[in-house]
């Protein structure tokens, strides 16, 4: 991110929001569905970050500190997105841009020492030196003892001018995805030579995002492809960035939606190319609208929980300061445009508008720190849904037996009278209940049900729930791992658990629904008559002889492939690629011993969020997710061992996840 040129200690307020009773009363109630069996991903010590610039003369104060302890902030990212790529450590410089004083790391490092968070270290590799990261590295963690775990190699160097933009700095001659890999592994070898413990980060683009998805001129693939063939066996985790924009608050809220298949292709080209399991962090995200009112604040506290709950260990809001922008007003709130998490008592360019006073939180702060209450490291997300698409909802799972339940309400003009319904877990019959909603300054906490709560319009509310009677079971076991995958047939290995007498479930997330596929006293099990081409996510639960139950593993997700054999085979291939949209070239190719005569392809978007815009060598049509194409004259026939190709141009506004499965004259054909 370029930069833009209290609650001061949380009131926990005995209170509730306020809903009209007829308001409540017009609402149809709303059905929210708990599966604690559902196993998602665990939170990580460093789940819930922000950024720190180094132009920002509040950095490193105890006030600041003392504010994002109390917002439960966990990772503090440094020196500041772009400005990354030009600073220098150790004198505390970025030639051609501004450092306030009292911003250099050890200022940085006091701030978060005293909010009792972690660093996240961008090492300077747009005008800098895999030497002067190396003595960064050491100062860190030989010299100072300050144990930065985390380290970044620059930041969206894929901006420094290669695919047109420029606004990442970057002096190496050779701009390509290639040359940034190579240098990559050797920031990589001089840091790790001084701290072989440090994690090193390398910088990805984002599915859906540009240049997600370009070649450029002389590249061997995409960024992703070409960084993570060469650097990714040097690296420990990938960096992503998302700014998901939005035409409006639905719009902007409604972005949430593409962090699973964001995730999903980022680890399957982690895998296909890095062939090592990488983490990934994401090390800058904002609202699309609405920075500083309450769409900010409902989409921080959803975005956070998402990301967490898909296994990004690292989330960082840009930024705690950030300056006034573009002035509006949303539902009924001055919103400043501003992309700081606090106020920077700015004004406007002609004076007439002036935020707020200095480190004043404005609304996405509280979205962050009901996030951290919610889900706390050590924590197991868990699936959970509502019957209402304006209710989004997440649950986690806690070490002591308790859990939580997170309830964003979009709508802002209803409340929402909601009922909750658990599987795999009994809550007493009472809930601590916290609140906030639009306008709010404070978060509330009162005393509620387990199982029905009023949502406030505009509102995020999370209920904290104690079970009944005893928790304890057999330990969690280890994530299964699927291997021999075919169209039709799966086998999941896990690791053993401690313990005599166990049987394992194995069990397929269905929404919010859980389907046993069998269960077995060993550590592996085949599962047979699966769809082809579909996604699967399971977990693994361990049951003793007493019939306790453990929690879910951690899940399993792979995807089934197409029939080996079939009279047709079909090469899908994106092959110009420009950020929002794509050519996409089709080959068909008969794999029959007959001629077919006359024929008609049929695939459907895996996404809402793609479509079709027009094709060539057929007569194509798209109704909705389903696109077809059927012959033309000069294409009618196709002869055994012969292929055909068909063009279309494809456009998306998420994750372009390419269609799993073609059918041709109604026959599955197998995806080459």
């Known amino acids: 991110m370029n930069p833009r040129t209290p609650l001061l200690a949380f009131a926990l307020v005995a209170a509730t929001l306020a809903v009209p009773p007829a308001q409540a009363q017009a609402d149809t109630t709303v059905t929210v569905s708990v599966n604690a069996r559902a196993g998602l991903e665990r939170v990580s010590d460093a789940a819930i970050g922000v950024n720190h610039a180094v132009w920002d003369t509040e950095l490193g104060t105890n006030a600041v500190a003392d504010l994002m302890k109390d917002a439960g902030v966990q990772a503090m990212r440094y020196p500041g997105g772009s400005y990354s790529d030009i600073y220098h450590w150790r004198d505390n410089t970025a030639p051609g841009g501004y450092v306030a004083p009292n911003t250099d790391f050890d200022h940085f490092m006091a701030g978060v020492q005293r909010a009792g968070a972690q660093p996240v270290v961008i090492a300077n590799y747009g005008t800098g030196t895999p030497q002067e990261a190396a003595d960064w590295v050491r100062y860190a963690n030989v010299e100072k003892h300050y144990g930065v775990k985390y380290w970044e190699i620059g930041n969206e160097l894929y901006g420094n001018g290669h695919y047109g933009s420029a606004w990442e700095a970057d002096d190496h001659a050779d701009k390509s995805p290639a040359a940034y890999a190579e240098n990559v592994k050797l920031f990589a070898q001089a840091m790790k030579a001084v701290d072989p413990t440090v994690k090193i980060g390398v910088v990805l683009t984002t599915p859906g995002n540009w240049p997600d ?18 650097a990714g066996p040097a690296v420990d985790f990938a960096i992503l960035h998302w700014y998901p924009g939005g035409s409006g608050a639905a719009d902007a809220l409604s972005k949430t939606a593409q962090v699973t298949d964001a995730v999903w292709l980022v680890r399957n080209q982690i895998a296909k190319y890095a062939h090592k399991d990488l983490g990934i962090a994401l090390t800058e995200i904002n609202a699309g609208y609405g920075q500083n009112t309450q769409p900010g604040a409902l989409f921080a506290a959803d975005a956070y929980a998402a990301l967490t709950a898909a296994g990004v260990f690292n989330v960082d809001w840009w930024n705690v300061h950030n300056g006034i922008g573009t002035v509006s007003t949303v539902e009924g709130r001055t919103d400043y445009g501003d992309f700081g998490l606090l106020s920077s008592a700015s004004c406007n360019a002609d004076g007439t508008v002036c935020e707020p006073a200095l480190n004043t939180p404005f609304a996405p702060y509280f979205g962050l720190a009901m996030a951290s209450r919610f889900a ?88 904290i729930l104690h079970p009944v009677g005893a928790t304890a079971g057999p330990a ?40 046993q596929w069998g269960e077995t006293t060993g550590t592996t099990f085949t599962v047979h008559n699966l769809t082809p081409g579909t996604r699967y996510t399971a977990n693994v639960i361990v049951r003793d002889s007493a019939g306790r139950v453990s929690w879910a593993s951690p899940p399993v997700t792979f995807q089934t ?35 077919i005569d006359s024929w008609n392809l049929a695939f459907s978007w895996p996404t809402a ?47 372009n996840v390419p269609p799993a499965l073609f059918t041709l004259n109604g026959t599955l054909c197998t995806t080459r």
């Open 376 to 463: 706390r490291p050590g924590d197991q997300l868990i699936k959970a849904a509502a019957s209402d698409p304006l209710v989004k909802v997440h649950a986690a799972r806690r070490a002591n037996g308790d859990l939580a339940v997170l309830l964003v309400n979009e709508d802002p003009a209803n409340a929402k009278p909601v009922t909750l319904g658990y599987s795999g877990y009994s809550p007493a019959a009472s809930a601590q209940v916290l609140t906030f909603g639009n306008g709010a300054t404070a978060i509330a906490t009162a005393s509620g049900s387990a199982t029905s709560v009023t949502l406030a319009p505009y509102s995020l509310t999370t209920l």
């Open 561 to 595: 492939g197409t029939p080996a054999a079939s009279s047709c085979a079909v090469t899908f291939a994106d092959v110009n690629d420009w950020g929002n949209g794509y050519v996409g070239s089709v080959d068909i190719t008969n794999t029959g011993t007959s001629p």
């Open 213 to 230: 998805g370009i070649v450029a001129g002389g590249d061997a693939g995409t960024w992703n492809q070409v960084v993570l063939s060469i």
């Open 609 to 655: 969020w793609q479509q079709f815009s027009g094709g060539w060598n057929g007569t194509w049509t798209a109704t909705g997710s389903s696109v077809r194409a059927s012959n033309a004259d000069f294409n009618r026939t196709i002869a055994p061992g012969a292929t055909v190709n068909i063009g279309f141009v494809g456009a998306y506004s998420g994750p």
């Open 476 to 515: 969690q076991p280890g994530r299964p791992a699927a291997s021999g995958v075919t169209a039709t047939d799966a086998t999941l290995t896990w690791p053993a658990s401690a313990g005599t007498g166990l049987k394992y479930e194995l069990h397929r997330q269905n929404g919010t629904v859980t389907e």
